[in-house]
C-alpha cells in the first residue's frame, strides 16, 4: 500500500510541471498573434529604425551573456578545480539566460511620437497572469530552498551564493524590463502600434520565460539532492516526504528543460514581413 501512495504521490507531484509546460505552449499562440499583426500594416520609418535598433541592441548584450557564461566557466574552475567539470553547461546557460534577461531590461527607448494624453496597456494584455506569477512562485520556492539548505549545512557558501544572488538579480531585472514595457505610452502612429505590441510582448515572454529557467532548474536540483539525502536516512514507518521531493525535483527540471526549448526559438527579433498584404 506505501508503494502505491508514493507512485500516486509521484505522479500528482508531475502534474503543475506538465500544466505549466502547457500554458507556455499557448504562449507561443499570443506571440505568433502578435508577429502577424506587424505583417498587416506598414509602419512608419522610425518604426522600421525601432526594429533594426531593437534587434541589433538585442543581439550585443546577449553576446555579453555569452562571455559571461565563459567568465562563470573560469570561476567555477577557480572554485572547484577538478570538479567544475560538470558545472561547464550550468555556468554557460546562466551566463546566456542573464544576457537575455539584461537585454529586454535594458531596451532603448523608441524614437516614435508618442500617444496624447499617453495610453498604456495592461499587463495582461502583454502576458499571462498565470505565467506571471507562476515566475514569481518558483522564484521565491527557489530562493526559499537554497537558503534552508544553505542554513542546514547541504549548500557550500559558493554555491550558496550562486543559488541565492542570481535568480534574484534576475528576477529585479525582469520585474523592471516588464514594469518599462507596461508604462512605455503607446505610438501616436497607428501604423506602429501594431509593433509596438509586438516588441512588448517579446519582452514580456523573454524575461519571464529566462527567469522561469534561471529559478525552476536550480529549484529542480535542489529538491532532487535534498530528497535523495532523506531518502538514505533510516525512519520509522514509510516517509513520503523524500518521494515528493524527488518528484519535485524532476518535475522542475523538467519543465525548466522544455520551457528553456521555447526560450531558444524566441530569441529571434520582431520583422516586418509584407506576405500579408500580399497574399
Do not use: C
Not at 127 to 145: D, G, T
Not at 151 to 160: E, K, N
Not at 181 to 208: F, I, K, M, N, S
Request: aromatic share 6%; no cysteine.
Amino acid at each position: 500500500m506505501g508503494r502505491l501512495i508514493a507512485v500516486v504521490l509521484f505522479i500528482a507531484v508531475l502534474v503543475p510541471g506538465v500544466l505549466l509546460a502547457r500554458a507556455w505552449a499557448l504562449a507561443a499562440g499570443r506571440r505568433a498573434v502578435a508577429a502577424a499583426a506587424v505583417g498587416f500594416t506598414t509602419p512608419t520609418p522610425e518604426g522600421l529604425a525601432t526594429l533594426a535598433r531593437q534587434a541589433q541592441h538585442g543581439r550585443r548584450v546577449r553576446r555579453l551573456g555569452f562571455l559571461l557564461g565563459l567568465l562563470g566557466i573560469g570561476a567555477s574552475i577557480a572554485l572547484f578545480a577538478e570538479a567544475s567539470v560538470f558545472l561547464w553547461l550550468p555556468a554557460l546557460v546562466l551566463g546566456l539566460l542573464l544576457g537575455v534577461v539584461l537585454a529586454e531590461a535594458t531596451r532603448p527607448r523608441p524614437r516614435w511620437r508618442a500617444s496624447s494624453p499617453p495610453r498604456r496597456p495592461r499587463q495582461s494584455e502583454l502576458i499571462s497572469m498565470v505565467l506571471l506569477w507562476s515566475m514569481r512562485a518558483v522564484v521565491v520556492a527557489e530562493l526559499a530552498a537554497a537558503v534552508l539548505m544553505w542554513r542546514g549545512g547541504a549548500l557550500p557558501d559558493s554555491v550558496g551564493w550562486v543559488a541565492v544572488a542570481v535568480p534574484l538579480v534576475a528576477w529585479v531585472l525582469a520585474e523592471a524590463a516588464l514594469l518599462r514595457a507596461q508604462l512605455r505610452p503607446l505610438p501616436a502612429e497607428g501604423a506602429d502600434v501594431p509593433v509596438d505590441e509586438a516588441l512588448r510582448t517579446w519582452t514580456a515572454h523573454l524575461v519571464t520565460a529566462a527567469v522561469s529557467v534561471l529559478a525552476l532548474l536550480p529549484l529542480g536540483a535542489l529538491l532532487l539532492a535534498a530528497g535523495i539525502d532523506l531518502g538514505d536516512r533510516v525512519t520509522q514507518g514509510f516517509d513520503l516526504l523524500p518521494v515528493a521531493l524527488v518528484a519535485g525535483g524532476f518535475a522542475g527540471l523538467a519543465a525548466g528543460v522544455a520551457l528553456a526549448v521555447f526560450l531558444v526559438t524566441w530569441l529571434k527579433p520582431v520583422r516586418v514581413n509584407d506576405r500579408a498584404l500580399t497574399a
